[in-house]
């Protein structure tokens, strides 16, 4: 009686012990990297202050831009809400994916030999040009601007530290060993131009959307040459072996170009590039954004906010 009184006993704790296995957390099936995000409610992407990018706006606490508006199409895809970190250097924004402190870049990347070996791009949703920026009138205008990289030789330049643009000079001085420029950190693309503006430099080299998203803010900015062939914008990801998040990315950025979407907002946001800069016009836009709007623009946002629209929208339809 004893012994079949132990033996059931050596049974149930068994049972007990598997059941106990099983229901641990080492035992679950492992959740991939897109069921991870899903789990946590929240998709955290960094990115980079710029007005062709992401800009800071009164009217929405988590930002506006293009990156912005993509990502957050993203995360309602994936059923999560959007959080934007933001990091003020290329090598801030890089180093927060490595780190796995945000779940992916959405920075205006281009996508270069050397960035392939640390991180995976998804397919791109853009395509760019680098342009050689100077002031015009500051010693250079169209007739005297530089034509070529020789014609760079002993010219002062400046460019943003891990950016395509250093890539690109560094592969340019194995043709022309006397090109130099200076690689700073700590410093987005406002600041660059803002030290062209100022005369510390001669030149900068600027992406082609971000151009000409602060030509309209500052009309004596004018571009030189493309320096190479144009280059493709994506959203970059730690290389890991589970790729579930990347690939629902991928299949997102694919299904927008295909539905329209994507070009909706290119045109929102890039729409203007392809069409003609006007110096005059620009100039009189800033003096009455200066002069005009601070009186209406209580209204603009009142109207906008009983509408669902933009209140900048409205203001520029009243312009």
């Known amino acids: 009686m004893i012994a079949k009184t132990l033996y059931h006993m ?8 598997m059941l106990a296995l099983l229901l ?13 995000v899903q789990q946590m409610g929240v998709l955290t992407v960094v990115t980079r202050s710029s007005p062709a990018l992401y ?12 990156e912005y508006e993509l990502a957050k199409q993203f995360a309602e895809e994936i059923g999560v809400t959007l959080v934007m970190e933001e990091q003020q250097t290329l090598g801030g924004v890089l180093d927060a994916v490595k780190d ?10 281009s996508i ?20 050689l920026i100077y002031r015009s009138g500051s010693g250079y205008n169209h007739s005297n601007a530089p034509k070529n990289i020789s014609d760079l030789i002993g010219k002062r330049i400046v460019v943003m530290a891990h950016s ?4 690109r000079l560094a592969i340019l001085k194995k043709a022309h060993p006397n090109l130099e420029w200076v690689a700073k950190d700590n410093i987005d693309s406002a600041e660059l131009i803002q030290l062209v503006f100022e005369h510390e430099f001669d030149f900068t080299i600027i992406d082609s959307n971000e151009f000409a998203a602060h030509q309209a803010l500052m009309p004596e ?6 320096i190479g062939e144009p280059e493709s914008v994506a959203w970059a990801f730690d290389r890991t072996e589970d790729d579930s998040l ?18 909706a907002l290119k045109e929102r946001f890039f729409g203007h590039i392809n069409r003609q800069f006007n110096y005059v016009g620009a100039r009189r836009l800033l003096r009455h954004m200066d002069k005009r709007l601070p009186e209406f623009e209580k209204y603009f946002k009142d109207a906008a906010a009983q509408e669902g629209l933009d209140w900048r929208l409205l203001a520029a339809v009243s312009y």
């Not at 796995?100 to 990347?109: F, I, M, S, W």
């Open 10 to 17: 050596r049974i149930t704790v068994s049972i007990s012990f």
């Open 24 to 36: 641990t957390p080492a035992c679950q099936p492992k959740l991939t990297a897109l069921e991870k």
């Open 55 to 66: 800009f800071h706006d009164a009217g929405n606490a988590q930002g506006s831009g293009f």
């Open 100 to 109: 796995k402190r945000a779940n992916l870049a959405a920075a205006g990347l």
């Open 112 to 131: 270069t030999r050397e960035r392939n070996k640390d991180f995976h791009f998804t397919t791109p949703y853009q395509r760019i040009t680098q342009r």
């Open 164 to 167: 395509s643009h250093a890539e």
């Open 221 to 226: 900015l004018t571009a030189a040459f493309d």
């Open 246 to 263: 990347y690939l629902a990315a991928d299949d997102f950025l694919a299904n927008i170009n295909t539905d329209g979407r994507l070009e």
